[in-house]
């Protein structure tokens, strides 16, 4: 009797423990699990700001890129640094973090000059005379206009029951940007006067009689039907892929023609060739061969490398629920222009470029191209490691 009643008791102690021992490694399991949430939540809200930073750089400095343009070059701090300034804060108002809309302190907007050469620090320094760049500061912390801490959910009980946060982004007009031969393929281009604020709503590149968008021959003077058809299909023939492509989907093509590589462009040095309303002979099939643009759609969807790329979620648009393999990620020229937005016809100067994200082409009788339209300016590859034009649109650098 004495060793059965000992072993009860052993058995008895040792539930205990285990009892205890789950307790403690369920309010362990139940810490992380509330950390990982206030974590995330954080992570969340420094995307968010860094996002409105990015965005409030880029069109302060736009602006700037701007005043030199209407001011012959000239820039007079007294008055211009407001109108830069209203810019950046405009952006704050018009974004959330954390479900608020953001002020932007005055302080926060700095206007300066940025340095290429990366071995110098630091690269921006405030400067009031011939600016080039612009430097925005965002915060939800307890300063002055610091939009307040973010609450927290779970780790109050450890007496952090607010975070501060803050994110920074420069932007500069670092020197004419440059898009090498090749990486143009839609024969279509933007107005500036889409940027920053006329970009968010989707574009359909059809009669664009006054949509701030047109079509262009690139830089020939004078292209046929035949001719433009062939840059087109071209422009597939030109990819290592391209001709088995082609003879898998079109084998009885009439003939494939040579390949193109689309001409490399320096912004506010190139000049492409508008031609006012749709170029309706690339959407139109030719016997056995296929409506050109119909075909580079299909064939660069899947070839655009679009896996790392962050789709804008712009309403009304949300392209986080596309198929990557259904849309397409393509660059496009952006042309200078004043407002109001006119059919760009003729020779225009190219100022920029832009992504674009096709989701669809309309053939006959629409004859059209869905787009979305990124709203940050893409630079493949800017200058300003010293002297030389300033470029005329914006581009992030830090």
Not at 64 to 77: A, K, M, Q, W
Request: aromatic share 8%; charged share 20%; proline share 5%.
């Amino acid at each position: 009797m004495k060793h059965r009643h000992a072993r009860y008791l052993v058995l008895t102690n040792s539930r205990g423990a285990t009892l205890v021992l789950v307790a403690i490694l369920m309010a362990v399991l139940i810490g992380f699990a509330a950390l990982a949430i206030d974590i995330g939540y954080v992570a969340t809200t420094r995307n968010e700001l860094q996002n409105i930073s990015d965005a409030a750089a880029l069109a302060a400095t736009g602006k700037l890129g701007e005043i030199y343009l209407e001011n012959d070059g000239l820039y007079n701090h007294d008055t211009d640094h407001t109108l830069i300034e209203a810019i950046a804060i405009e952006v704050g108002q018009k974004n959330q973090a954390a479900g608020l809309s953001i002020v932007i302190a005055d302080s926060d907007i700095e206007i300066g000059s940025w340095n290429g050469d990366s071995g110098v620090s630091p690269r921006f320094t405030s400067n009031t005379v011939d600016p080039d760049a612009v430097r925005v500061t965002v915060r939800r912390d307890d300063s002055l206009n610091g939009n307040g801490n973010i609450a927290t959910f779970f780790a109050r009980v450890f007496g952090n029951d607010s975070v501060a946060i803050m994110a920074d982004a420069v932007a500069a007009l670092t020197g004419p940007a440059v898009i090498d031969p090749g990486v143009l393929k839609l024969p279509v281009g933007l107005s500036e006067n889409q940027f920053p604020n006329n970009c968010k709503e989707p574009i359909t590149f059809g009669d664009t009689l006054d949509s701030c968008a047109g079509w262009h021959i690139f830089d020939e003077d004078k292209v046929n039907a035949n001719d433009l058809d062939a840059m087109i299909v071209g422009m597939i023939v030109a990819h290592p892929d391209g001709l088995a492509w082609l003879e898998t989907n079109y084998p009885d093509m009439n003939k494939i023609p040579a390949g193109y590589d689309s001409p490399g462009v320096t912004s506010g040095e190139t000049i492409f060739n508008f031609q006012g309303g749709t170029i309706a002979s690339l959407f139109n099939s030719n016997g056995k061969n296929p409506a050109p643009i119909v075909a580079l759609f299909d064939f660069w969807k899947e070839r655009d490398d679009d896996e790392e790329y962050n789709f804008p979620d712009q309403a009304p648009f949300n392209l986080a629920e596309f198929d990557r393999n259904d849309v397409w990620v393509a660059t496009v020229p952006v042309y200078a222009e004043t407002l109001p937005c006119k059919n760009p016809t003729g020779e225009i100067l190219i100022v920029g470029q832009a992504d674009i994200i096709v989701t669809q082409i309309n053939g006959p009788p629409e004859k059209s191209i869905d787009a979305v339209i990124d709203c940050n300016y893409k630079a493949l590859r800017g200058g300003g490691a010293g002297g030389g034009t300033k470029g005329l649109l914006p581009n992030l650098v830090e």
